[in-house]
């Protein structure tokens, strides 16, 4: 039963029935209703990028991402707010966590993108006072208005986000965490993710990144660090006593990555954790298939382990775990009685899911964005078949492609690695050179 946006009351068919006689019914065959996925770590404003980081070495943030994103005016923010929450919601998100934007405009064309398109989004306001000139206090007098902007109950939740330790001085990290900890919301910050911030961390400071956060007190049960891919056990168990949470990217780790974080020893450990899509793939069923692929390639055959947990811990960290992790457990990640009516009805009556023997996992390792029939975000159905029900997806993908090369054009982007098909040419070339010698 669904009302006013949230689950009214949850339970077996025939007890529902018999509660309400009166209800009309809709027999759904072949269907599965499940929470919406949530995307523990994503930057909407990056969906221009798409094909632009493939092959680059690692920390293409410097060379890529900020360059973009700063070359973003408000219309182009908008843009690609709005279509990276229509990729989202295809992919059967109904919640994502926007880690911060870099472009230099106020926050409202994306506000009014993820509105528009009907998603939960969880909005991070970058706080860094190492970069630009504005004035720490300035800094923080934007931090607490945009904390206490949205209502509670919309689709908005607001957080606040240090791009990575070293772009702020310790005071302004402290008090940003301790904001949010006050405001019972996420902090997010990128920690332990390459190789060379770690060791810059411990060149300038004498500690990893993790450490250095620790030793000033930002960690705690709000904050939320993104990626923790290179962790000693002694940071390990900073995250356990502190109750840290962590989002674990494992498509961005595919890709991009130094690691692979050790999700499944977080698992075990009790360290908090949701999945993130890094502005990857936005993809439900691909991203839970790529954490346990991921985890067990990385951890599990070394050791004989072939199940690195089995199906269900990760379909349990993409919903009702990832809530946990982003501090929205009290709205979303499942089907529950007073919860947010985020939801999925997915087709299971393919070849894929015939014969049906273990549905948990037969949905993290076969299903597929396609299968999503419908995606409801607050009991409102957002997208039906994979397109929105009340605005025109089609026509968002034309105006993008008349602007993106725009943007692009205009930033000082630096690719490395050459596209593949410069990369096929000079792979010809090479061979050809051969030939003749």
């Known amino acids: 039963m669904v009302s006013d946006g949230r689950f009214t009351d949850v339970g077996p068919e025939r007890e529902l029935i018999n509660r309400y006689p009166d209800k009309k019914q809709i027999q759904l065959p072949g269907k599965i209703i499940m929470p919406g996925f949530i995307d523990a770590h994503h930057h909407l404003t990056q969906s221009f ?8 070495p690692s920390e293409i943030f410097r060379r890529i991402w900020v360059p973009l994103e700063r070359h973003l005016d408000q219309e182009l923010v908008y843009l690609a707010g709005k279509l990276a929450a229509l990729e989202s919601l295809r992919g059967g998100f109904t919640t994502v966590v926007d880690a911060g934007t870099r472009a230099e405009v106020k926050l409202d064309p994306l506000v009014q993108a993820v509105s528009e398109a009907g998603i939960r989004c969880v909005l991070g306001l970058i706080c860094n006072d190492k970069v630009g000139e504005q004035k720490p206090s300035d800094i923080l007098k934007q931090a607490e208005k945009h904390l206490y902007r949205w209502p509670d109950d919309g689709l908005i939740h607001p957080s606040l986000a240090i791009s990575i330790p070293e772009v702020a001085s310790d005071d302004m990290l402290y008090a940003v965490a301790s904001l949010c900890k006050e405001a019972g919301v996420v902090f997010q910050t990128h920690v332990n993710e390459h190789l060379a911030a770690v060791e810059r961390s411990l060149v300038e400071r004498g500690l990893r990144p993790l450490e250095h956060l620790y030793s000033i007190d930002a960690l705690h049960s709000h904050t939320l660090i993104a990626h923790a891919t290179l962790l000693t056990s002694h940071e390990l168990s900073l995250l356990k006593d502190t109750d840290t949470a962590v989002a674990y990217n494992p498509v961005a780790t595919q890709w991009k990555g130094n690691a692979t974080a050790p999700a499944m020893l977080m698992h075990e450990m009790g360290i908090r954790f949701g999945i993130g899509t890094d502005s990857t793939r936005s993809d439900g069923f691909r991203l839970v298939d790529a954490a346990e692929a991921t985890q067990r390639i990385a951890f599990g055959l070394g050791s004989g382990d072939f199940s690195t947990g089995g199906g269900w811990p990760w379909l349990d960290h993409a919903t009702t775990g990832g809530a946990e992790a982003i501090s929205l457990s009290d709205i979303t990640g499942e089907i529950a009685k007073g919860k947010a009516a985020d939801f999925l009805i997915v087709d299971i009556d393919v070849p894929e ?48 492609s008349q602007r993106v090369n725009e943007a692009i054009d205009q930033a000082p982007i630096q690719k490395i690695h050459p596209s593949s098909t410069e990369h096929h040419r000079l792979y010809q070339a090479f061979l050809d050179n051969k030939r003749k010698k």
Do not use: C
């Open 49 to 56: 990028g798409k094909a632009l980081a493939f092959g680059e």
């Open 353 to 400: 899911f015939h014969p049906s023997r273990d549905i948990i996992w037969e949905l993290t390792r076969y299903g597929n964005k396609d299968q999503i029939e419908a995606v409801f975000v607050a009991g409102q159905l957002r997208l039906w078949h994979g397109w929105p029900t009340d605005w025109d997806g089609k026509a968002l993908m034309r105006e993008v």
